[in-house]
């Protein structure tokens, strides 16, 4: 059976994500850094008779990305899409932004993906030289090519995923390892919750849109690859 690693899945576009995936006849390693919040989102999953195995941890420490890795491996033995989604922002002008958050964007954002490559790769080259269609999404945003005001830092990180992104599928292209950035604007989740004064969540973008571009790219072949996918409101509205 293939299967997958989902980060930050515990809500929101990961979930989202988790459950496209398991509908897609995957098993499921999912994480995030609440054990809370994690373990009623894997049960959700397993109703669905979804195989879970679910590990809290913080993907931006170099042990934990390594031991998800290590626990999947253990439980599956195999590797066949990795799904670097784990993202946070902390919005104001970049002198009103404390160094802690501005370091805390960079990692979440930023250093969790590039670690979560690190350690998954052993086992993605592996599926990519057996199929030649291996995986790894990774969740930006519209805001690295569309940045909003006061939101330079999740901005910036968001670019740089999408730079890495790219820069990956040169890498990685002839081991049969391709790379798609995911790049939505306004999603209903709980993160732009305090955006909801300004846009209404029935007017948002949905979790389930962006999950289901994932659905999309598993029936690729392996002569295709998909840098990365913009997702916008009507009338061009990030």
């Known amino acids: ?46 109703a669905e008779n979804f195989i879970v195995e679910d590990i809290a941890l913080n993907m931006a420490d170099e042990e934990a990305a390594v031991k998800v890795v290590a626990r999947h491996e253990e439980r599956f033995g195999r590797l066949d899409v ?8 902390v919005p104001g002008e970049l002198d009103a932004v404390s160094v802690k958050h501005i370091d805390l964007q960079l990692a979440v954002n930023l250093r969790a993906v590039i670690l979560g490559y690190r350690a998954a790769l052993p086992l993605l080259r592996v599926a990519g030289a057996k199929h030649g269609n291996a995986l790894v999404v990774n969740t930006a945003s519209v805001t690295a090519i569309r940045p909003e005001p006061l939101m330079a830092m999740y901005a910036t990180t968001k670019a ?15 081991a049969g390892i391709k790379s798609t950035a995911l790049c939505p604007g306004r999603v209903a989740t709980e993160m732009t919750s305090d955006q909801h004064g300004h846009t209404a969540p029935e007017q948002m973008i949905s979790a389930e849109d962006v999950a289901s571009a994932v659905g999309w790219l598993l029936t690729l072949s392996s002569q295709c690859v998909v840098p990365e996918i913009p997702f916008l409101r009507p009338g061009n509205k990030g």
């Open 82 to 89: 990795l799904v670097n989604n784990a993202g946070m922002g």
């Open 160 to 174: 740089a995923i999408v730079g890495l992104t790219r820069a990956m599928n040169l890498d990685l292209g002839d």
């Open 1 to 46: 059976m293939k299967s997958a690693i989902i980060t930050g899945a515990s809500s929101g576009i990961g979930f989202a994500i988790a459950r496209e995936l398991g509908r897609n006849g995957y098993a499921l390693t999912v994480t995030s850094r609440r054990q809370d919040r994690l373990s009623l989102a894997a049960d959700r999953l397993r």
